[in-house]
Nanobody
């Protein structure tokens, strides 16, 4: 049974930093491209960042480029999202997701999903 468990969400102020973690089990983590998505109630789930199976390739949404960093530790079956210089518009539920093959921006092609963790940035 595949499980992705996010942690690290919370309430921060504008300009603060936060680091999310996603622990994976039940899949061959080192073969998976991993991504972070976020969703605000009533809106579509949007791509935030992705990393390929060995960490050599990453991609970011324009809205977070230069502020967020995705990384992974295959020995720990964990993917991270370091969020710096946070803004109120970063407020959302953040989800990690995995898929075989290459990085993609569409949430529809991701096969495994976590339950999400709430991130709130106050102004």
């Amino acid at each position: 049974q595949v499980q992705l468990v996010e942690s690290g969400g919370g309430l921060v102020q504008t300009g603060d930093s936060l680091k999310l973690s996603c622990a994976a089990s039940g899949l061959t983590f080192s073969s998976e491209a991993m991504a972070w998505f976020r969703q605000v109630s009533g809106k579509e789930r949007e791509f935030v960042a992705a990393i390929d199976w060995n960490g050599d390739s990453t991609d970011y949404a324009n809205s977070v480029k230069g502020r967020f960093t995705i990384s992974r530790d295959n020995a720990k079956n964990t993917v991270y999202l370091q969020m710096n210089s946070m803004k109120p518009e970063d407020t959302a539920v953040y989800y990690c997701a995995g898929k075989r093959g290459a990085i993609r921006w569409s949430p529809r092609v991701y096969e495994s999903w976590g339950q999400g963790t709430q991130v709130t940035v106050s102004s």
